[in-house]
């Protein structure tokens, strides 16, 4: 077989074999500060720099003999820094990446703040006793009068500075509708790996009104590549549905407008079977009632609206990715220990 009858499958894996490098070798060539301090110039210059400027902008002392910046230097080549057509300076894919993370703080700087109220009325209990929560790298909001959290998923420590607690939120609900847009679109929102969500059912921790033992559906979202997980309510995972979308506008409600951790008290699940799991989402607005019946994957398989008797039906397709699509909130109970997961979002459902 000729090369260019290679199937995917084989130049993927030809792919995967000639890229790969030891994380520990990956890892250690950044253990340096001047290593890191050269990463961070090149993300900051206009384009590529010259070894003598580079030299200049890097090294305390410019006077120095060079030979020990050109070792460092050469510890990067290849893998962070490459050259252009004339020899100077840029960041690869990967330096670009640890120069982000480095620059968002991801692997440097941890963001606490003290607990902070936050408007609206808890979709649980009904209290206007909602509170932020940020420490840890993580937001979440959560219940003062039942003890409800309603939801906890990791953000960047960039995310948070420089803006207050109302600023925080509006850039968090953003930043994680993006990303489950993604997961929706079978893309993996850390590493661009091929990722996929399926209806999953968890008990959740001491939430009010719900008998011990008894579990609600989730949306449990992993990437093939990568570790990266999130779980959220099945509601949550159609917040943004293009059905869901239309059905608020007509009723004067635009979906961006409800946060991620409550879409509001019109929301409800009933799961109708959990082998092959099956759920119902409906929302009520104004005296008519949509519905979606939910299956594996998750995947809207059927829509019906209801109104003074008369109902209109919709097929909205087999397209796993397309009715996966974005995301809001609902209420999500769980424990402190759901964080060990990555991006975990445990979750009561709306009901």
Known sequence: MSDGDASDGDREAGDAAESAVAPDDAFAALGDETRLRTVRELAAAEGPLGFTELFERVVDDPAKPSA???????????????????????LTFAGRQAARALAAG????????DPEGVDGDCPVCGAASLEARIADNHVAVACVACGTELLALPFPPSGVRGRDTDAVLDAFDAYHRARLRQLADGVCPDCAGRAAGRIAFVEPTALPGVPEGESRPV??????????????????????????????????VDARDRPLWNLGPEWSEAVLSTDPPAVRVSVALGGEVLALLVGNGPTVVDAERTSDGTRER???GRNGGG???EVAGAAVGGSEDDRDDDQEATASGSS
């Open 219 to 252: 949306v449990a979202g992993a990437c093939e590549e990568c570790d990266f997980l999130v779980r959220v309510p099945v509601s949550v995972a159609l917040a943004d549905h293009p059905t869901v979308v239309a059905f608020l506008d007509d009723h004067g």
């Open 68 to 90: 020990g910046f050109a070792y460092h230097l050469r510890k990067l080549n290849g893998r962070y820094v490459d050259t252009d057509d004339e020899g100077r300076y840029r």
């Open 106 to 113: 991801v692997y440097t700087e941890r963001v606490d703040r």
């Open 314 to 316: 919709g097929d909205n």
């Open 323 to 325: 009715d996966r699509d």
